[in-house]
């Protein structure tokens, strides 16, 4: 079974910091992707990494895939209480497989 | 063009009675999965399905629990019995024919059971 170990559970931090959430795991995955989700809401696909080492941008989020595939980070700079929510990783193992598997995901709060 | 349809919303059952889960996936999906997640966790997965085929259903509880996608109509989970540990928000995505080893996939806003 793949697992996904998401870390920190839990983030609170002050407005126009900066924080980085990590996403773990002793397998290989042939994809990444990150999801946020509001209450109430299903989650809404960010990005999605394919290439060890690779490195995505969206605006103030930086999305990076390990060198082995085996692991990401989500760095937020400058962080605003619009970036509150619940960060989820999810991963493909082998090539072609449809299932995707989450972590547990990161609850993360911007205070103004 | 309509999201994820998921319905109901909310769902309050008492304990040995059934639940009924619905999902329309988007127009021109045919790939459809539901997740499971309890109040400050993940999705955990638990099956994956096409029209009239069940591919993968490795997450599915042995018993009192069901999906199907049927050629016509939505894709139902069925929960038999339930009880108050199956209380929890019950997510179905989709996903267009063929979705690449990359591709997206599109949540309903979930249906939350919760039982009695």
């Known amino acids: 079974t793949q697992l996904l170990e998401q870390s920190p559970q839990f983030l609170s931090i002050q407005e126009g910091e900066n924080l980085t959430v990590y996403c773990n795991s002793s397998?290989?995955?042939?994809?990444l992707q990150w999801y946020r989700q509001e209450p109430g809401e299903g989650p809404v696909l960010l990005v999605t990494v394919v290439t060890g080492g690779e490195v995505k941008k969206l605006k103030r989020l930086t999305f990076q895939f390990g060198d082995a595939r085996k692991d990401s980070s989500l760095h937020i700079t400058a962080a605003q209480p619009g970036d509150t929510g619940l960060y989820l990783c999810a991963g493909r193992g082998r090539q072609g497989a449809q299932k995707l598997v989450f972590g547990q995901g990161t609850r993360l709060t911007i205070n103004p | 063009n309509a999201g994820v349809m998921q319905n109901p919303r909310h769902l309050v059952r008492r304990r040995g009675q059934e639940a009924r889960l619905r999902c329309s996936p988007m127009k021109g999906h045919s790939h459809v999965y539901w997740y499971r997640q309890l109040p400050e966790e993940g999705l955990k997965f638990m099956v994956y399905?096409?029209?009239?085929?069940?591919?993968?259903e490795s997450g599915m509880p042995k018993e009192r629990f069901s999906a199907e996608f049927p050629k016509e109509g939505p894709s139902i989970l069925r929960i038999q019995q339930v009880v108050r540990g199956d209380s929890a928000a019950y997510f179905c995505?989709?996903?267009?024919?063929?979705?690449?080893?990359?591709?997206?996939?599109?949540f309903g806003e979930g249906s939350r059971l919760t039982v009695l």
């Open positions: 399905l096409q029209k009239e085929n069940i591919i993968d």
């Open positions: 397998s290989v995955f042939s994809s």
């Open positions: 995505a989709s996903s267009p024919i063929q979705n690449s080893n990359t591709g997206e996939l599109f």
